[in-house]
C-alpha cells in the first residue's frame, strides 16, 4: 500500500506517522498540502510536484492552514478528486470541513443532543453585543483555529465593545460561547475507529488548558459517559479519527467544547504507552468508518 502524507512542513507528527506507516508495511510518500494540481478535461487527474496522487492508495491529511476562503474551497474540491480517483482520504473531505468551522461542528453537535455551551454565531456588532449582554462572561474564538490560539474570554462591557468594534472592522465572524468555569482543566479524549484509545487531563496556569498555550498533561481514565461523549461526537462529524474535548463545571455538569478532525497529539502521547500514530494508521487504513 502506498501511503501520501499531506502537511506544510517535517515536524514531529509527520515522524511519528512515517514510522507506523513503514512498521505496518507501508510504502510512505509526503507532499504540500498547497502543492496539489487539479487537472480536467485531457489529462484528467490530481497531482503534486512530489507525486501523482492517482498512484497512490491512502491520504492522510495532516493540516488545513489558514488562508483563502478560495484556498480553502480548492483543497477540499481536490480531496475529492483524489476520492473519485479511488483513493481512501482520512478523514474525509466532508469531515474535515465540519470540524475546521467551529460553528458547523458546534450545530452538528447540538442537533445531536450532545451537550455543548451555549453559542452565538452572528455577524453584526449589535448582535454580538447583545449576545455578551445575556451571557456576561464570555469566550470569543477564532471561527477557525486550533490550540487554542486566539481564545480571549471578557466579563467586561468596555473589552466586549472594543474586541468586537475591531472585529467588525476586519469583518470576522463572532463565535461567542458562555465561559464554563471548570478550574483551568480539561480533558482530551483521542478516538480512532469507534473507540477512544488514550485520554489526558489538562491543566493550565490560567483558563487555557491548551498543551500548546502551556497546559500540563497528566493520565485520565474517561468515564463511560465522558467515553460515549466522544465517539458519538466523532460518528456525527463523521470522523476516522479525531481529538475531543470535554470539560466539567463545578456542579458536575460536563458539556462538549470542541472536536478536532485533525488533533495532535505529542501532549498525549506523554501521558500514555499507546502508540497512538499507530492507532491512527490501523484505524484509518484497515479499520471501518465510524457510523452514526
Known amino acids: ?49 512530489e507525486v501523482a496522487v492517482r498512484g497512490v492508495d491512502a491520504v492522510i491529511v495532516r493540516i488545513i492552514p489558514p488562508g483563502s476562503m478560495e484556498g480553502l474551497l480548492f483543497r477540499m474540491n481536490a480531496l475529492r478528486m483524489a476520492r473519485t480517483l479511488g483513493v481512501k482520504v482520512i478523514n474525509s473531505p466532508e469531515a474535515i470541513e465540519k470540524t475546521v468551522d467551529k460553528s458547523w461542528t458546534s450545530q452538528i ?53 472594543r474586541v468586537f468594534r475591531t472585529m467588525e472592522m476586519n469583518r470576522y465572524v463572532y463565535y461567542i460561547q458562555e465561559y464554563l468555569e471548570c478550574g483551568g482543566e480539561d480533558i482530551r479524549l483521542f478516538v ?12 493550565g496556569a ?17 468515564t463511560d459517559i465522558q467515553a460515549d461523549m466522544a465517539i458519538r461526537a466523532c460518528a456525527e462529524l463523521g470522523l476516522d479519527y479525531g481529538g475531543v474535548d470535554i470539560l466539567t463545571t463545578g456542579d458536575g455538569q460536563e458539556y462538549l467544547i470542541e472536536v478536532n478532525g485533525i488533533p495532535g497529539w505529542k501532549g498525549l502521547q506523554k501521558t500514555t504507552s499507546v502508540d497512538i500514530a499507530e492507532r491512527i494508521v490501523s484505524a484509518a487504513l484497515y479499520g471501518q468508518k465510524i457510523e452514526t
Do not use: Q
Not at 456576561?136 to 486566539?150: E, Y
Not at 480512532?192 to 491543566?203: S, W, Y
Not at 490560567?206 to 474517561?222: I, R, T, Y
Open 206 to 222: 490560567g483558563w487555557k488548558a491548551n498543551f500548546h498555550a502551556g497546559g500540563a498533561v497528566s493520565v485520565h481514565e474517561p
Open 109 to 161: 453537535l447540538d442537533t445531536a443532543g450532545l451537550p455543548t455551551p451555549r453559542t452565538v454565531v452572528c455577524e453584526r456588532f449589535d448582535d454580538a453585543m447583545a449576545a455578551f449582554e445575556r451571557m456576561r462572561d464570555v469566550v470569543v474564538k477564532p471561527l477557525i483555529g486550533s490550540c487554542g490560539r486566539g481564545l480571549m474570554r471578557i466579563c467586561e462591557t468596555d473589552m466586549a465593545y
Open 192 to 203: 480512532a475507529g469507534g473507540h477512544v484509545v488514550a485520554a489526558m487531563k489538562r491543566r
Open 1 to 49: 500500500m502506498r501511503v501520501l502524507i499531506l502537511r506544510s512542513r517535517e515536524g514531529w507528527h509527520i515522524d511519528r506517522l512515517e514510522e507506523a506507516l513503514l512498521a505496518a508495511g507501508a510504502d510512505v510518500l509526503k507532499g504540500s498540502i498547497d502543492g496539489m494540481i487539479l487537472r480536467l478535461g485531457a489529462g484528467r487527474g490530481l497531482d503534486m510536484e
